[in-house]
C-alpha cells in the first residue's frame, strides 16, 4: 500500500481543544497521565515496547560502533529508557529531558531506588531549545516522542545541535502498518480499545484519542526519514516492526 505523501500534519494535531501553544498542552496531558503511563504503555503495546526499545537501542550501539560515553534520552518520560540504558552500559553518563514535571517526578521517584547512581540526571526542558551545550553527546534517543514536538524540524535541529560529530540519533516512533488486514486491525484496535482502556486508567479522556490522531498525522519512513536528513543528519535509515505499528529510525550527525 503506498504511503501517504503528506503526513507533516502533526504538528497542527492538539492533545485538548483549548487555547496555547501544542508544546504547552503536550506538558498538561502528560502531567495529566503520569500517575497511570507506564501501565498504559504495556497494555498498549501487549508488552512488546520493552523489546522494540532494546532492539532500537543495539541498533543505535551498533551504528555508533562503540558504547556511548554519554546519552541524552528526549521525552524520557518516566524514565524507562535511561533505565534499560544503565543495564545496557553501566559506565555511560545519562541525561533525560522532558516537558513534563509530573512525568519527570516517576522518573527521580525510580532514580531514589539507586542511592549510588551518580550517572544519571533528569532535567526538565523544552526540546526546542535545550538548556544544554552543543556537541555533547555520543547518542540521543527519543521513544515515542517526535510526533508531540511543537515543531518537528526544529525539534531534529535541536537534537543535531547537541550530538558530537559522528553521534547517532535513534528515534522509537509509532506508525501505521501498510499492509491492509494489518492497518485495519491496528485502527479498529487504537480508535476503540486504546481511548477507552486510557479514559479508564488514566482519567483523562482526551490523551489517548489524541494518541491515535497524531499517529495518522505524523511523517512516516520515508517521509520521517527525509525530515530528519533536511535538518541536517545524513545516513538516515528505518526499521520497521511489529507488523509496521512502529519504526525505529537511525541517522549520523
Avoid at 187 to 211: C, E, H, N, Q, W
Wanted: proline share 6%.
Amino acid at each position: 500500500m503506498k504511503e501517504p505523501e503528506d503526513r507533516q500534519g502533526a504538528e497542527r494535531i492538539m492533545p485538548y481543544d483549548a487555547s496555547g501553544g501544542k508544546g504547552e498542552q503536550v506538558e498538561q496531558m502528560f502531567d495529566s497521565i503520569a500517575p497511570a503511563y507506564d501501565i498504559m504503555n504495556a497494555c498498549m503495546s501487549l508488552g512488546m515496547h520493552t523489546h522494540w526499545r532494546n532492539l532500537a537501542l543495539r541498533l543505535a550501539c551498533r551504528r555508533l560502533g562503540k558504547t556511548p560515553e554519554s546519552v541524552l534520552d528526549v521525552a524520557t518520560g518516566t524514565g524507562d529508557v535511561v533505565f534499560a540504558m544503565r543495564r545496557r552500559w553501566p559506565g555511560s553518563a545519562l541525561t533525560g529531558i522532558d516537558l513534563s514535571a509530573g512525568m519527570l517526578d516517576i522518573a527521580r521517584r525510580k532514580l531514589a531506588d539507586y542511592p549510588e547512581e551518580k550517572l544519571i540526571s533528569f532535567i526538565q526542558g523544552d526540546c526546542m531549545e535545550m538548556p544544554l551545550p552543543s556537541d555533547s553527546f555520543d547518542l540521543v534517543t527519543v521513544a515515542y516522542g517526535v510526533r508531540n514536538f511543537e515543531d518537528m524540524a526544529r525539534g531534529y535541529r535541536e537534537m543535531l545541535r547537541v550530538l558530537r560529530p559522528g553521534g547517532v540519533i535513534c528515534v522509537v516512533e509509532l506508525s501505521e502498518p501498510t499492509a491492509p488486514l494489518s492497518r485495519l486491525l491496528y485502527k479498529a484496535y487504537t480508535r476503540g480499545f486504546i481511548p477507552v482502556a486510557g479514559r479508564l486508567m488514566s482519567g483523562d479522556p482526551r490523551a489517548y484519542s489524541y494518541l491515535h490522531e497524531s499517529i495518522e498525522a505524523a511523517p512516516q519512513r520515508e517521509a520521517m526519514s527525509r525530515i530528519m536528513l533536511q535538518a541536517g543528519f545524513s545516513g538516515c535509515s528505518w526499521k520497521s516492526v511489529f507488523p509496521g505499528a512502529v519504526c525505529i529510525y537511525l541517522a549520523t550527525k
